[in-house]
């Protein structure tokens, strides 16, 4: 079965860190691209952050440039988002997601997306 399970959100305060994870079963993230999406309330869903399978392409969108970072394990098929100098706007659900051999922009921009997780909350707040 194709599964995509996050974890690692939680509560912090703003200017903290936290690293989200994605783990991906059933297919191998060698052909995959995948990315990480999120959704506020009364927001749309945007595609935060986002990996090619191959040559390592990345997106991010700008409100996160300089304090996020995504990465990938092909060999324990999981994605990573570290996030750095968190802020209150950062709050949502945040969701990954996987697109074969699709380009960032499809996936992160366009979310065209393959499979879904089901989110994890990430809340900053004082």
């Known amino acids: 079965q194709l599964q995509l399970v996050e974890s690692g959100g939680g509560l912090v305060q703003p200017g903290e860190s936290l690293t989200l994870s994605c783990a991906a079963s059933?297919?191998?993230?060698?052909?995959?691209?995948i990315g990480w999406f999120r959704q506020a309330p009364g927001k749309e869903r945007e595609g935060v952050s986002c990996?090619?399978?191959?040559?390592?392409?990345?997106y991010y969108v700008d409100s996160v440039k300089g304090r996020f970072t995504i990465a990938k394990d092909n060999a324990k098929s999981t994605v990573y988002l570290q996030m750095n100098s968190l802020k209150p706007e950062d709050t949502a659900i945040y969701f990954c997601?996987?697109?074969?051999?699709?380009?960032?922009?499809?996936?992160?921009?366009?979310?065209?997306?393959?499979?879904w997780g089901q989110g994890t909350q990430v809340t900053v707040s004082l």
């Open positions: 997601a996987a697109k074969i051999l699709s380009s960032v922009r499809r996936l992160c921009v366009e979310n065209d997306a393959d499979y």
């Open positions: 059933g297919f191998s993230l060698d052909y995959y691209a």
């Open positions: 990996l090619t399978a191959g040559d390592g392409g990345t």
